[in-house]
Nanobody, 127 residues
Framework: QVQLVEFGGGSVQAGGSLRLSCAASGRTFSSYAMGWFRQAPGKEREFVAVVSRSGVITSYTDSVKGRFTISRDNAKNTVYLQMNSLKPEDTAVYYC????????????????????WGRGTQVTVSS
């Protein structure tokens, strides 16, 4: 089993930056592709970004491409989401999630395929 805890949320003005971290327990972190999702009030939880087990393959939702960067450090059991040029529409609770991936380069954007979730961290972007 994997336990995930997110850090780094907060309030920032539009155009600013935040870096989210997600620390995972256990010794099998490198067996999981890691994703970030977000949920705004009144909306469904949506995919933001994913990184493969190897860290080589990444994918982003179109609205964050060029602004957000996902990365991981398997030695530290941590995945990161660097968020730049933040916009008010990025305001949401951000969740990290773990997907038990078969191969080093498998990734998925499908929420239901993730096995474990953190409790989330609030990101608020003001205009």
């Amino acid at each position: 089993q994997v336990q995930l805890v997110e850090f780094g949320g907060g309030s920032v003005q539009a155009g600013g930056s935040l870096r989210l971290s997600c620390a995972a327990s256990g010794r099998t972190f490198s067996s999981y592709a890691m994703g970030w999702f977000r949920q705004a009030p009144g909306k469904e939880r949506e995919f933001v970004a994913v990184v493969s087990r190897s860290g080589v393959i990444t994918s982003y939702t179109d609205s964050v491409k060029g602004r957000f960067t996902i990365s991981r450090d398997n030695a530290k059991n941590t995945v990161y989401l660097q968020m730049n040029s933040l916009k008010p529409e990025d305001t949401a609770v951000y969740y990290c999630a773990a997907d038990l991936a078969v191969t080093h380069n498998d990734i998925t954007r499908v929420r239901e395929q993730y096995n474990y979730w953190g409790r989330g961290t609030q990101v608020t972007v003001s205009s």
